[in-house]
Nanobody, 126 residues
Framework: QAQLVESGGGLVQPGGSLRLSCEAPGWTLDPFTIGWFRQAPGKEREGVSCITDSDGSTYYADSVKGRFTISRDNAKNTVYLQMTSLKHEDTAVYYC???????????????????WGQGTQVTVSS
């Protein structure tokens, strides 16, 4: 039933690390640009990172540059978001999403994404 399935969320201390995974049950992620988005309590959904289908180019929100790394393993049909140096402000529900025929203008635009997961909670707290 789920279009995409996120996993790997949890509770971590500030400065800690966490790796999120995004999988597509029954279909391949290969032709899609995959984005990670997050929504914190009381805030709007924002783009975090994405990786293209064409050449695997990666993009990051300024708030996570240098701390987060997105990658994809096509053999495992999985996209990862490695998060390090986590901060309180990173606390949110994290969603992965897939966009077919993405352009540079749409890769970080949530409404351009075609398929979504249900999200995984990331809580950064001491």
């Amino acid at each position: 039933q789920a279009q995409l399935v996120e996993s790997g969320g949890g509770l971590v201390q500030p400065g800690g690390s966490l790796r999120l995974s995004c999988e597509a049950p029954g279909w391949t992620l290969d032709p899609f640009t995959i984005g990670w988005f997050r929504q914190a309590p009381g805030k709007e959904r924002e783009g975090v990172s994405c990786i293209t289908d064409s050449d695997g180019s990666t993009y990051y929100a300024d708030s996570v540059k240098g701390r987060f790394t997105i990658s994809r393993d096509n053999a495992k049909n999985t996209v990862y978001l490695q998060m390090t140096s986590l901060k309180h402000e990173d606390t949110a529900v994290y969603y992965c999403a897939a966009q077919f025929k993405a352009t540079r203008a749409t890769i970080m635009y949530d409404l351009a994404y075609d398929y979504w997961g249900q999200g995984t909670q990331v809580t950064v707290s001491s």
